[in-house]
T-cell receptor
């Protein structure tokens, strides 16, 4: 079966611009979580969506937002990009039931110049 | 202070060696995850365990909930095992997506 698909794989943006990243979960998975990975901070949780509702949010500024559609696909948006937003953004999907694990996508590598 | 600590940070081994990576956590958890990240970024979920031991091929993960400690073992290591191994724990009572990650252990297996 198809895995978690993230698009685009690579992205270069300029400071001040905004960006939208997409994540298509495994069919049947209703939970999508987003993570940011940087060399300095490692992996950090951004937010989780379940059935179109944000269920939990990490410690990131309001410039980072997301949403989930009825087909469970999710998007995250970063507005007013800063150089420090350069990172690998990963999403993971899950059935969100007790004992379920995660399936991660390959990530979107965002470079802000 | 990171609530999930891994050791060692870097590990170099010869092909065939037995490898152990350790993870200690201070948060209350329901399950602990072991992840593998190859160069290029993609992450693979290796194990999720809440007690005892799990085995998959040459990989074995153990957890001691009382001591808040988990280990990942690789038997008969191979160069293709070279990757970063990351343990992650959800906040106690938190949703599944809210994981706290260790800094990772970079493993390099030489032929």
């Amino acid at each position: 079966k198809a895995g978690v698909t993230q698009t685009p794989r690579y992205l270069i943006k300029t400071r001040g611009q905004q960006v939208t990243l997409s994540c298509s979960p495994i069919s049947g998975h209703r939970s999508v979580s987003w993570y940011q990975q940087t060399p300095g901070q490692g992996l950090q949780f951004l937010f989780e969506y379940f059935s179109e509702t944000q269920r939990n949010k990490g410690n990131f500024p309001g410039r980072f937002s997301g949403r989930q559609f009825s087909n469970s696909r999710s998007e995250m948006n970063v507005s007013t990009l800063e150089l420090g937003d350069s990172a690998l953004y990963l999403c993971a999907s899950s059935l969100a039931q007790e004992g379920d694990g995660y399936t991660f996508g390959s990530g979107t590598r965002l470079t802000v110049v | 202070k990171n609530e999930v600590e891994q050791s060692p940070q870097n590990l170099t081994a010869q092909e065939g060696e037995f490898i152990t990576i350790n993870c200690s956590y201070s948060v209350g958890i329901s399950a602990l995850h072991w992840l593998q990240q190859h160069p290029g970024g993609g992450i693979v979920s290796l194990f999720m365990l809440s007690s005892g031991k799990k085995k998959h091929g040459r990989l074995i993960a153990t957890i001691n909930i009382q001591e808040k400690h988990s280990s990942l073992h690789i038997t008969a290591s191979h160069p293709r095992d070279s990757a970063v191994y990351i343990c992650a724990a959800p906040y106690y009572g938190g949703s599944q997506g809210n994981l706290i990650f260790g800094k990772g252990t970079k493993l390099s297996v030489k032929p």
